[in-house]
């Protein structure tokens, strides 16, 4: 099972392969630097002590910067080489950043298969066959999601 959905499905259980990782950790990344840029403009932009206390659109952020953190933390975490990492988390999160990563996956192939048989000697095959390797994964995650949030069983 590459993706479990529980409820309806509010939580997903996610097995990452290794090569999704670090496509996965960069739109997490991207992600929360969205968010702090967003906080930090509008903090500058109000002058009053505790702006955006009691907002509730300023409360779901500061949530969302805690769950990233969490699933970052959780990729950091050492697994058995022959196991895929596991991550839980809400669907409202791990649906978008899947979203997110698969594209970039995508658009990371197709800037591979562009370069590659180029005079640069980039990408070498072994960076050809990881780019698809990685497209591949998060493709198989993405359509996993798709069947977990619309059927809500395992998939």
């Known amino acids: 099972m590459k993706v479990v959905g529980t409820g309806a499905p509010r939580m997903l259980t996610v097995r990452f392969k290794s090569c999704e990782i670090n496509v996965l950790r960069d739109e997490l990344h991207h992600r929360r630097a969205a968010i702090t840029e967003a906080a930090a403009k509008a903090h500058a932009d109000s002058n009053a002590p505790g702006a955006g206390a009691g907002d509730r659109e300023v409360e779901d952020r500061h949530d969302e910067l805690f769950l990233i953190t969490r699933v970052l933390d959780e990729l950091r975490a050492p697994v058995q080489p022959d196991q895929p990492r596991q991550i839980v988390g809400p669907t409202w999160l ?31 095959p072994d960076e050809m066959r990881a780019a698809v390797d990685t497209a591949s994964a998060l493709t198989a995650t993405l359509i996993a999601l798709d069947h977990a949030e619309n059927y809500a069983v395992d998939t």
């Open 94 to 124: 791990l649906g978008p950043v899947i979203r997110g990563a698969a594209a970039e996956a995508a658009e990371r192939l197709q800037d591979a298969v562009a370069a590659f048989g180029a005079d640069t000697g980039t990408p070498t």
